[in-house]
């Protein structure tokens, strides 16, 4: 009888322990911000696209998307590439949940040093920013990765194998490819993004042509992420061809690797 009564006891014990809970704290969004600094952007570009992020953040319509999400917070990551990523090149996830915190990430982005690198690796930075998904302590219905660039993939592993790794695991990938100067080589940067950098629901392409329409559409494009609410203008792109997603790594063969066949490490 009394081992009886010790069981019972034991066995109430356990039912009353608390459960752990499954998944990491709640958050709306889980948000990769990749932001491409490669050498091909010149230092006018650099400082137009860091202003633009910062001033999305800041901005009182990012800060009411957030709050109207059922948590009414996001986890943002930040992270700065180009032929390679670098450790330094990373602000680590922290929860925005209304304009204090909003303005302190704000603050971060906007307190780096300018800096660029030679390289273009898409796929490197899809490959990191998965990986910062992965493991983050969050738990969200929603993984995107927000990536930026003013060219096509030219080092790493091509782009299209990279991007469905992680499709498959979930992730959306939303691209801002920049036109402010385009390559003659590489006249339909949208038209890559489109074809081989995005992918997953609701994903979309929002493609700038001007300094002017930097601030603009970074903050219509982290906007229209945090609230999940699709635009038909931004992800349409003219119909053409399908696009070779090896460009960049055929123009690098070409013009690059015969004067510089090692990237900056």
Not at 44 to 62: I, K, M, S, W
């Amino acid at each position: 009888m009394l081992k009886l009564l010790s069981l019972l006891a034991c066995l109430a014990c356990a039912e009353a322990a608390p459960v752990p809970a499954i998944g990491g704290r709640a958050v709306d969004l889980e948000l990769v911000l990749a932001v491409d600094i490669s050498q091909s952007m010149d230092e006018g570009e650099f400082a137009l696209q860091r202003a633009g992020y910062v001033e999305a953040l800041r901005h009182p319509d990012f800060i009411s998307a957030v709050r109207s999400g059922p948590n009414g917070r996001i986890a943002l990551a930040y992270f700065e590439w180009a032929g390679v990523v670098r450790d330094d090149g990373l602000i680590a996830w922290q929860v925005v949940d209304g304009a204090d915190s909003a303005n302190a990430f704000a603050d971060k982005i906007a307190g780096r040093p300018f800096r660029s690198f030679r390289g273009t690796s898409i796929s490197g930075a899809l490959g990191f920013g998965a990986g910062l998904l992965e493991k983050n302590g969050f738990s969200a219905p929603r993984e995107v990765i927000d990536i930026s660039g003013d060219g096509p993939n030219n080092a790493g592993l091509p782009v299209a194998l990279t991007r469905d790794a992680a499709l498959a695991k979930g992730i959306v990938i939303n691209g801002l490819p920049i036109l402010i100067s385009p390559s003659p080589s590489v006249s339909r940067l949208d038209r890559y993004y489109a074809d081989c950098v995005t992918g997953g629901p609701g994903s979309f392409v929002l493609p700038i042509y001007a300094a002017s329409e930097f601030s603009t559409a970074i903050r219509r494009k982290l906007i229209q992420e945090v609230s999940g609410i699709g635009d038909a203008e931004s992800i349409r792109v003219d119909a053409e061809a399908p696009t070779d997603c090896l460009l960049g790594e055929r123009l690098r063969q070409r013009f690059s690797d015969p004067y510089f066949p090692e990237l900056d490490r």
